[in-house]
């Protein structure tokens, strides 16, 4: 497709047990960013790839946290021994080009909602 | 640490009132940018403003850029039951790294 996809759209998981996102990002695009966004809030920064390199993490809230891309194109957040607190959205959104050039759109897929019971 | 806070968080007007949207940091960004987000979706982007003093006009929105490229307003003019959504502005910060920093956001609702 044209657009930024995210699978799956909806998941629930039991607390302890590990999930993994995925982010299928615009053919092409250089930067590829993952948000977590809380009900009602506005996005906040985890981590942002350059092509396959992980240049920012430091939004990642901690070390069960994980973000790959691999080959520069697909990106999987994991999130390892899940507790009530991650349960959130997670959005991903990719744009052309790489950092130094200023002024650039960022397009968001339709986000990963996730519930933790 | 950069925070953005975006005034009011949530507002609720009738159709045909006018309405601004503000977004204000003590951090200086090298651009912002202004979403919309309609339920169970991502945030469209509306416009970007880089310079300034910049004003963007995009139909009955108006946007505007500080001077000092810390605040920016969106304006709405006779707003319409579709203006209904999220609105939240993004700085973008690319000192030492490069990311992008979203506001607290604003949910406007448009009675009709």
């Known amino acids: 497709g044209a657009g930024v996809s995210q699978s799956p759209r909806y998941k629930v998981a039991k607390r302890g047990q590990d ?10 695009h250089v930067s590829l960013f993952w948000y977590q966004q809380a009900l009602g809030q506005g996005p906040e920064f985890l ?9 920012d993490k ?31 959205v997670y959005l991903c959104a990719s744009s052309p080009y790489s950092t130094g050039i200023s002024n650039q759109p960022q397009h968001f897929g339709d986000g990963t909602r996730l519930s933790i019971l | 640490t950069q925070l953005l806070e975006q005034s ?44 300034g003093g910049e004003v963007k006009k995009l139909k009955r929105l108006t946007f505007q850029f ?8 969106l304006h709405i003019t006779a707003a319409q039951p579709g203006d209904t959504g999220l609105y939240l502005c993004a700085g973008e910060w690319t000192s030492g790294t490069y990311k992008y920093i979203f506001g607290t956001g604003t949910r406007l609702k448009v009675l009709a």
Do not use: H, M
């Open chain 1, 58 to 88: 430091s939004g990642l809230p901690s070390d069960r946290f994980f973000a790959e891309r691999p080959e520069g194109s697909v990106s999987t957040l994991k999130i390892q021994r899940t507790q009530q607190e991650d349960s959130a």
């Open chain 2, 66 to 73: 500080g001077d000092a490229r810390k605040d920016s307003s």
């Open chain 2, 8 to 51: 009011p968080q949530f507002l609720s007007i009738q159709e045909g009132e006018n309405l601004t949207v503000y977004c204000n940091s003590s951090s200086v960004f090298s651009s912002l940018q202004w979403y919309r987000q309609e339920p169970g979706e991502g945030p469209v982007l509306l416009v970007t403003v880089v310079t």
């Open chain 1, 19 to 28: 999930v993994a996102l995925r982010c299928d990002p615009i053919s092409g």
């Open chain 1, 47 to 55: 981590t942002y790839f350059q092509n396959e390199a992980q240049l």
